[in-house]
């Protein structure tokens, strides 16, 4: 089992920046892949960031050069950089992370925190 905190988000101001963090507990040194997805009002939950343990980052298209995901394992925690914001992130933002347990993919996600961008 592994447990996930998140924190960092709050309203922002269109161009500022955030960086959210998600802290890990449990059986971590199972998990292969961590990520940020989020769910704005009435949309569907999607893809943000995702990084790989070998180190491969993959983002959304519509944050392509804006956000960084990244970790520490030593605090074993991972990170959303974001930058520029624009009022269209704003969304409650949930952190994942995998684990390859006895050949079989565990999904694990956090409770979220709201992220507003506005003026």
């Known amino acids: 089992q592994v447990q996930l905190v998140e924190s960092g988000g709050d309203w922002v101001q269109p161009g500022g920046s955030l960086r959210l963090s998600c802290a890990a507990s449990?059986?971590?040194?199972?998990?292969?892949?961590r990520g940020w997805y989020r769910q704005a009002p009435g949309k569907q939950r999607e893809l943000v960031a995702i990084?790989?343990?070998?180190?491969?980052?993959n983002y959304a298209d519509s944050v392509k050069g804006r956000f960084t995901i990244s970790r520490d394992n030593a605090k074993n925690t991972h990170y959303l950089q974001m930058n520029s914001l624009k009022p269209e992130d704003t969304a409650v933002y949930y952190c994942?992370?995998?684990?390859?347990?006895?050949?079989?993919?565990?999904?694990?996600w956090g409770q979220g925190t709201q992220v507003t961008v506005s003026s």
């Open positions: 994942n992370a995998i684990s390859l347990v006895a050949g079989r993919l565990e999904t694990y």
């Open positions: 990084l790989t343990a070998d180190g491969i980052t």
């Open positions: 449990g059986s971590i040194s199972n998990i292969n892949v």
